[in-house]
């Protein structure tokens, strides 16, 4: 195979230095000083038959490895999907039982069995409401983001109520 000839194309000669309302392009170095020279774009290579599925000839066969394998990552979305719907159930479960501890002890604790309630004090509210209040979420746009925001609020919630 012999190798492709190289094409020189002359380029105009320029300061390009020149000002900006001459309508020239300023600010690209010396470009069009030197001698510009244009390689030939690589030659594509058309598929062959042999290059679809694996060295086999026949478009049938092809065609149903292909319907095979679409279908095949198919399932495997769905049980992906599937699993993060677990996941989000599950994180709920966990958020949402913090959560519910939370509203127990800011209303005093189990005042049924304790006999009288356990307020938290004025500067656990306070500390409190101040998580609260810097806790920035957008729930309209499902950011994962914001499940971490959530978790380190019922952390940092859990550390001020408990104290």
Do not use: C, W
């Amino acid at each position: 195979m012999s190798r492709p000839q190289v094409q020189t194309i002359p380029m105009p000669t320029g300061n390009s230095h020149s000002s900006i309302g001459d309508g020239s392009v300023s600010g690209a170095g010396n470009v069009a000083d030197a001698s510009q020279t244009m390689k030939p774009a690589r030659p594509s290579r058309k598929k062959q038959a042999s290059d679809v599925g694996g060295g086999e000839t026949s478009k049938s066969s092809g065609g149903r490895r292909r319907a095979d394998a679409a279908h095949e990552l198919a399932a495997q979305l769905t049980s992906l999907r599937d699993t993060v719907h677990l996941m989000v159930q599950r994180y709920e479960l966990n958020v949402g039982g913090s959560l519910d501890a939370l509203i127990e002890r800011a209303q005093g604790g189990n005042a049924e069995l304790e006999g009288k309630p356990r307020l938290p004090t004025l500067r656990q509210i306070a500390a409190a409401r101040k998580v609260m209040e810097e806790l920035q979420l957008k729930p309209g746009k499902g950011r994962s983001k914001d499940f971490g925001r959530v978790e380190r609020a019922v952390e940092a919630l859990e550390d001020v109520l408990e104290s």
